[in-house]
T-cell receptor
């Protein structure tokens, strides 16, 4: 089954404790992206990757890092999480200029 | 950069009525406009999309129209059903990024 898998689905952690949210897709898509969703603000892009070893900033990249060492994986790294990064996060993937497929989301709470 | 405005933010209709959600975009270079439906606890799912060389596209009860001159596009849902209740997002593809509207919460009451 074609899918985008995110882990964990839920995480409660504390300020400053490094965390990684993993994202994996099995559709051989070149393009992958991370979004955060906040009430009243819709979906905002954090980082995206056009292909392996190619990443670029989206609209709200501050406080986040990403890497794309393999085509299928695109982890989101929060080196020193802060409460304002409490949000619902989505990973998505697609072929270039094609519909994006979304994961089911990761709800992060940073205390 | 691209900016997408979506209206209304909430929409309540009776079962069987039609629902219309409207979006405007700012970047005339945008050429791809998908619509996503998000149900509670799930990620957004594509329901219909349209490219800039087409004015209208229909898929059963769902249709999308695009006016490139005015830079706006709309989602039309006919004969609404309770299972249509969800959050709907429009988006515009601007080169490398998909820019989303802020969403419309559609409630269909039976």
């Amino acid at each position: 089954e074609a899918q985008v898998t995110q882990n964990p689905r839920y995480l409660i952690t504390v300020t400053g404790k490094k965390l990684t949210v993993t994202c994996s897709q099995n559709m051989n898509h070149e393009y992958m992206s991370w979004y955060r969703q906040d009430p009243g603000l819709g979906l905002r892009q954090i980082y995206y990757s056009m292909n392996v070893e190619v990443t670029d900033k989206g609209d709200v990249p501050e406080g986040y890092k990403v890497s794309r060492k393999e085509k299928r994986n695109f982890p989101l790294i929060l080196e020193s999480p802060s409460p304002n990064q409490t949000s619902l996060y989505f990973c998505a993937s697609s072929f270039p200029n094609q519909p994006q497929h979304f994961g089911d989301g990761t709800r992060l709470s940073i205390l | 950069g691209e900016n997408v405005e979506q209206h209304p933010s909430t929409l309540s209709v009776q079962e069987g009525d039609s629902a219309v959600i409207k979006c405007t975009y700012s970047d005339s270079a945008s050429n791809y406009f998908p619509w996503y439906k998000q149900e509670l606890g799930k990620g957004p799912q594509l329901i219909i999309d349209i490219r800039s060389n087409v004015g209208e596209k229909k898929d059963q009860r769902i249709a999308v129209t695009l006016n490139k001159t005015a830079k706006h596009f709309s989602l039309h849902i006919t004969e609404t059903q309770p299972e249509d209740s969800a959050v709907y997002f429009c988006a515009a593809y601007a080169g490398t990024a998909l820019i989303f509207g802020k969403g419309t919460t559609l409630s269909v009451s039976s």
